[in-house]
């Protein structure tokens, strides 16, 4: 393979990388992938410093395009071992957009794809999340951490407004703090968390 297909979005060393395993997995002989099924050329590759949930987006465009974005995050946590099966899960949902009449979802059509590319289905947890990884944590009196969420949703509200419980000892004092550790008005008191 003289030259790589598919362009780059950044000049990430993940995103390189990535690229050039796409082609491996596209023209190499050891995944049922192949040009029939994937036209690299309309893929863009890009590292996002900001995906802490996800490991990988396919990002649909115009015709057949595609922005594949992996996350930094993943890469130095878990390492490109696990952004290869990321790669590989991505890759389907490209062959998705890029066939007629196949729907970008975990369903059918992809599920095919599963075994042949060793895939672990629908997302794969390449590393243990810390309390750190969390904008918003809970705290029982009890228990201690017993949770967190990424973005401000409708259990971090409750939490917030005090309609939470530990769902390990059912304890009704159980506090939210932000991503500095500061506990957020309206939950229980400091003493509490």
Not at 164 to 190: I, M, N
Request: charged share 25%; glycine share 10%; net charge negative.
């Amino acid at each position: 393979m003289s030259s790589v297909a598919g362009s780059l979005g950044d000049s990430h060393r993940l995103s390189r990388r990535a690229r050039t395993y796409a082609n491996e997995v596209i023209f190499g002989s050891e995944w049922p992938l192949t040009p029939d099924h994937v036209d690299l050329t309309a893929i863009t590759f890009e590292t996002s410093t900001r995906m802490k949930r996800k490991h990988g987006l396919c990002v649909p465009g115009e015709e057949d395009t595609c922005t594949v974005r992996l996350s930094k995050n993943t890469y130095h946590r878990a390492g490109f071992e696990a952004m290869e099966e990321t790669i590989r899960h991505e890759l389907v949902h490209v062959y998705q957009h890029q066939t007629d009449g196949v729907e970008m979802c975990h369903g059918k059509s992809f599920r095919q794809w599963v075994e042949p590319l060793e895939l672990d289905g629908r997302c794969g947890q390449h590393y243990k999340v810390n309390v750190d990884d969390y904008s918003y944590t809970f705290h029982c009196p009890n228990c201690g951490f017993i949770g967190g969420r990424y973005r401000m949703c409708k259990t971090v509200r409750a939490g917030i407004e005090g309609e939470l419980y530990c769902t390990q000892c059912d304890s009704v004092d159980v506090g939210v703090r932000d991503e500095d550790g500061a506990v957020l008005p309206g939950s229980d008191s400091e003493e509490s968390v």
